[in-house]
């Protein structure tokens, strides 16, 4: 099928590769010219494991390309996704402008029987809105709108895009319907459960997904904030709950509060939804709300941890900016906001990530090198899953730093290697923990009083 995608980005960007893997001819259309030239020449402007590769084979077998030229691109397509950004407006509600725009675009070039795609995750009754733009446009043309939210993952989107949990289709007439089981037809003969319902359920499905994830980590960060009060571990409650199959272990792992460029912008959007609509999601009013605070709560504790070890002025070692491992992206990761926190407290921040940069992280140095980062720091404070850091050398990186203190907001070290290491271990859903002060090995001497006693070498 001749599919065009419009927005070459996390989501596009990978739809896009993935759809062109699986057989179609694909073209990504994007306003940014120079990340269309780069493409062009498959140079990827962001790091998603697999991409580069699927962006490669798919230049060089034809079967994707890249463009700027909107018009050219959809008079040929069968099918246009719209994959363009929908950022929160500043009520939490989406901004819709970007697939309103999107749709404009389109409209003038769609050909008879086309079918537009909405990928982007946008708010009940947008598929519709989408159908009044381009029939505004264009009076007399057959053409139908399907709403087919993403489940990707930001670092392992790639396998979430080919063994997806389900492919959730809205349409509101049959042919759509079966147009759109043709796009997904080599994951749904490998066994891929294939949804079809009406536009608003499908745009509420993905609404309710990433709002149902979010509540879940919401739930364990509160659960751990009770265990470091009772000297209970999280880890070991997370486990024990999650063995439920009707709860499911995924996404109970307590951290430094979920950030991304999804979970922060959908709770806010469903939350505005339900009070847009008389049915005010009180559930994820309140997440929304804890999330936040739990990120500036973890800053006044590294704040206030230092103050007493290091009086004002001390230094911090900030491992980890991407919002999670596996990705570049630092959207609204909780770095964005523990750094600035930290820097007004007046301490001095140097910061490393193995992929993330964030230019807004203002009066940071920073570090190409996790050890390099920590020298001279009176604490170290890992935010980020890295793989890289669960590797880390303890007692090199302790011989690195001047104090002694280690925020382990992910979890990522074993305890009794953290202590042995000379760390205090402040974890997260467990009390902190002290090195034991190894007792001095008192070894018989007589006296020195004695000097007579003393057979000197
Ligand atoms: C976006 C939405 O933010 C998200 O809500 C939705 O689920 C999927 O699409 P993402 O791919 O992360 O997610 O957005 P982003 O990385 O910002 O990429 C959007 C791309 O669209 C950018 O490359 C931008 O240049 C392009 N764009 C934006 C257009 O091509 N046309 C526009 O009118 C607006
Ligand atoms: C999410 C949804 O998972 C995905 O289905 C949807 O399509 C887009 O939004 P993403 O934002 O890429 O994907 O990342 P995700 O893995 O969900 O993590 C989101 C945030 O939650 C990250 O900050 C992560 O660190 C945090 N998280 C995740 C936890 O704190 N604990 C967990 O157990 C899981």
Same mark, same amino acid.
Request: aromatic letters at 6%; charged letters at 25%; one cysteine or more.
């Given at each position: 099928? @001749?599919?065009?995608?419009?927005?070459?980005?996390?989501?596009?960007?990978?739809?896009?590769?993935?759809?062109?893997?699986?057989?179609?001819?694909?073209?990504?259309?994007?306003?940014?010219?120079?990340?269309?030239?780069?493409?062009?020449?498959?140079?990827?402007?962001?790091?998603?494991?697999?991409?580069? *590769?699927?962006?490669?084979?798919?230049?060089?077998?034809?079967?994707?390309?890249?463009?700027?030229?909107?018009?050219?691109?959809?008079?040929?397509?069968? %099918?246009?996704?719209?994959?363009?950004?929908?950022?929160?407006?500043?009520?939490?509600?989406?901004?819709?402008?970007?697939? *309103?725009?999107?749709?404009?675009?389109?409209?003038?070039?769609?050909?008879?029987?086309?079918?537009?795609?909405?990928?982007?995750?946008?708010?009940?009754?947008?598929? @519709?809105? /989408?159908?009044?733009?381009?029939?505004?446009?264009?009076?007399?043309?057959?053409?139908?709108?399907?709403?087919?939210?993403?489940?990707?993952?930001?670092?392992?989107?790639?396998?979430?895009?080919?063994?997806?949990?389900?492919?959730? /289709?809205?349409?509101?007439? @049959?042919?759509?319907?079966?147009?759109?089981?043709?796009?997904?037809?080599?994951?749904?003969?490998? #066994?891929?459960?294939?949804?079809?319902?009406?536009? +608003?359920?499908? =745009?509420?499905?993905?609404?309710?997904?990433?709002?149902?994830?979010?509540?879940?980590?919401?739930?364990?960060?509160? &659960?751990?904030?009770?265990?470091?009060?009772?000297?209970?571990?999280?880890?070991?409650?997370?486990?024990?709950?999650?063995?439920?199959?009707?709860?499911?272990?995924?996404?109970?792992?307590?951290?430094?509060?979920?950030? #991304?460029?999804?979970?922060?912008?959908?709770?806010?959007?469903?939350?505005?939804?339900?009070?847009?609509?008389?049915?005010?999601?009180?559930?994820?009013?309140?997440?929304? *709300?804890?999330?936040? %605070?739990?990120?500036?709560?973890?800053?006044?504790?590294?704040?206030?941890?230092?103050?007493?070890?290091?009086?004002?002025?001390?230094?911090?070692?900030?491992?980890?900016?991407?919002?999670?491992?596996?990705?570049?992206?630092?959207? =609204?990761?909780?770095?964005?906001?523990? &750094?600035?926190?930290?820097?007004?407290?007046?301490?001095? /921040?140097? +910061?490393?990530?193995?992929?993330?940069?964030?230019?807004?992280?203002?009066?940071?140095?920073?570090?190409?090198?996790?050890?390099?980062?920590?020298?001279?720091?009176?604490?170290?404070? +890992?935010?980020?899953?890295?793989?890289?850091?669960?590797?880390?050398?303890?007692?090199?990186?302790?011989?690195?730093?001047?104090?002694?203190?280690?925020?382990?907001?992910?979890?990522?070290?074993?305890?009794?290697?953290?202590?042995?290491?000379?760390?205090?271990? +402040?974890?997260?859903?467990?009390?902190?923990? =002290?090195?034991?002060?190894?007792?001095?090995?008192?070894?018989?001497?007589?006296?020195?009083?004695?000097?007579?006693?003393?057979?000197?070498?």
């Amino acid at each position: 099928m @001749q599919i065009v995608m419009i927005g070459a980005g996390y989501v596009g960007l990978t739809t896009g590769a993935c759809l062109a893997q699986m057989g179609h001819s694909v073209v990504c259309v994007d306003i940014d010219a120079k990340r269309v030239a780069d493409l062009r020449k498959a140079i990827v402007p962001i790091f998603e494991p697999g991409l580069d *590769e699927l962006i490669e084979s798919g230049l060089a077998n034809g079967r994707l390309d890249f463009t700027a030229d909107v018009r050219a691109a959809t008079a040929e397509a069968d %099918m246009v996704f719209l994959a363009v950004g929908t950022p929160s407006a500043p009520n939490g509600e989406i901004n819709l402008s970007y697939i *309103e725009a999107a749709a404009r675009q389109v409209a003038p070039a769609l050909k008879p029987g086309a079918t537009v795609v909405i990928k982007s995750t946008v708010v009940a009754g947008t598929a @519709q809105k /989408v159908r009044e733009i381009i029939a505004e446009e264009r009076e007399a043309l057959d053409f139908s709108v399907a709403s087919n939210p993403e489940f990707l993952r930001e670092g392992s989107a790639i396998g979430d895009f080919m063994e997806p949990d389900r492919i959730v /289709v809205g349409t509101d007439d @049959q042919r759509t319907a079966r147009r759109m089981k043709e796009v997904y037809a080599p994951l749904i003969a490998k #066994g891929a459960p294939f949804i079809s319902t009406s536009t +608003v359920n499908a =745009e509420l499905i993905k609404y309710a997904a990433n709002a149902f994830l979010a509540l879940k980590i919401g739930f364990i960060n509160d &659960v751990a904030d009770l265990c470091e009060k009772v000297e209970g571990d999280v880890s070991a409650v997370s486990r024990g709950i999650g063995l439920d199959r009707r709860i499911g272990g995924a996404f109970l792992e307590a951290g430094p509060g979920f950030g #991304g460029s999804c979970f922060p912008k959908d709770t806010r959007a469903f939350a505005a939804i339900g009070r847009k609509n008389g049915a005010p999601q009180t559930l994820i009013e309140t997440l929304i *709300e804890r999330n936040e %605070m739990r990120k500036r709560r973890l800053a006044k504790k590294i704040v206030e941890q230092l103050r007493h070890t290091a009086g004002r002025g001390g230094r911090v070692a900030v491992l980890g900016v991407a919002f999670k491992a596996n990705t570049d992206d630092a959207r =609204e990761a909780a770095a964005l906001t523990i &750094v600035p926190l930290l820097r007004e407290a007046g301490l001095t /921040v140097s +910061v490393h990530d193995p992929r993330a940069k964030d230019p807004s992280l203002r009066g940071v140095a920073w570090s190409d090198c996790p050890y390099r980062a920590c020298k001279g720091a009176d604490a170290v404070v +890992v935010l980020t899953e890295w793989e890289e850091y669960r590797k880390l050398d303890l007692a090199r990186l302790i011989k690195e730093m001047k104090g002694n203190l280690l925020f382990d907001y992910r979890n990522l070290f074993d305890r009794e290697k953290v202590l042995a290491s000379g760390f205090r271990h +402040v974890a997260i859903g467990r009390a902190p923990a =002290e090195a034991q002060r190894k007792p001095v090995k008192r070894i018989a001497h007589p006296r020195w009083s004695d000097s007579a006693a003393v057979a000197m070498p």
